[in-house]
């Protein structure tokens, strides 16, 4: 499947790699496959668990209404499908979609020892062709999980497209600080540090943290991405960086009237 995204990265700080990021399916999905076990720990260690409350930020924005559900893509192993189920109001059915098994086994495994277990299914499926009808789901939201889409524009297509008039498409993603110091400091974190602390986890696929940083480095961040998400269909598209712009939080509103489940 051909890629959607620039061969050129995005991060003019760093020199121009013209060769292009593998972002094919069955790349992105063996990658994870292989590095599903220990993708949690991996994520919470990486990140200093700051990406938990990132994940609140993004639950606390959907505004949800009862009997209305909610999709979460590129779910992987769960932790938002999960968060957003456990602040739903009455009747809300989540749903966390993801082309990847393996991730997948292991949300399941962990709905069950939840809170919020009979509220969340989880559905194998690939972001750019969801198995979904249009104008389905209240909220849409995807977490570091875009960038490995392989077009992007097809992904927030398809996300445009499952969400009702009205309701919300959500994403968090990792973005590039601006500030002068801490921006050093995090470009040798992700281009040095980072990888060889998640090789020695993922030993059996030792590509995949140097992956994350060249996915990042390449994917649109700020205002070019909001500008991607209103060329999906989104309307009043706005965004806010977190923990000094380490991460981005994209809010966009399907144009229309979001109806309640009794009068759709």
């Given at each position: ?121 989880y559905v194998e499926a690939d972001s750019q062709q969801l198995p979904f009808g249009s104008d ?129």
């Amino acid at each position: 499947m051909s890629s959607g995204e620039p061969t050129l990265p995005v991060n003019r700080d760093q020199p121009f790699d013209r060769t292009p990021l593998d972002k094919s399916n069955e790349r992105v999905r063996e990658m994870f496959r292989q590095i599903a076990p220990k993708y949690d720990l991996m994520n919470h260690l990486l990140s200093m668990n700051i990406d938990k409350y990132w994940r609140r930020c993004a639950v606390k924005r959907l505004n949800l209404v009862p009997n209305i559900p909610v999709l979460d893509t590129c779910t992987g192993t769960g932790d938002l499908a999960m968060a957003i189920a456990r602040a739903a109001p009455s009747g809300v059915e989540v749903i966390g979609s993801d082309f990847c098994g393996a991730m997948l086994e292991i949300a399941r495994r962990k709905r069950e020892t939840g809170d919020a277990t009979e509220t969340i299914d989880y559905v194998e499926a690939d972001s750019q062709q969801l198995p979904f009808g249009s104008d389905l789901f209240q909220a849409v939201t995807v977490a570091f999980g875009l960038r490995n889409v392989a077009d992007t524009d097809r992904g927030l297509a398809e996300l445009t497209r499952v969400c009702k008039p009205g309701g919300k498409v959500i994403v968090l993603e990792f973005s590039r600080p601006r500030l002068p110091g801490l921006k050093q400091i995090y470009n040798g974190y992700f281009r040095y540090i980072l990888p060889k602390v998640g090789q020695w986890f993922a030993k059996n696929d030792k590509s995949a943290y140097s992956y994350l940083p060249d996915s990042v480095s390449r994917f649109p961040d700020g205002e070019a991405l909001a500008e991607r998400m209103r060329t999906a269909g989104l309307s009043d598209v706005h965004y806010k960086p977190l923990t000094f712009g380490v991460c981005t939080i994209y809010e966009g509103t399907k144009p229309g009237q979001l109806n309640s489940a009794a009068e759709a």
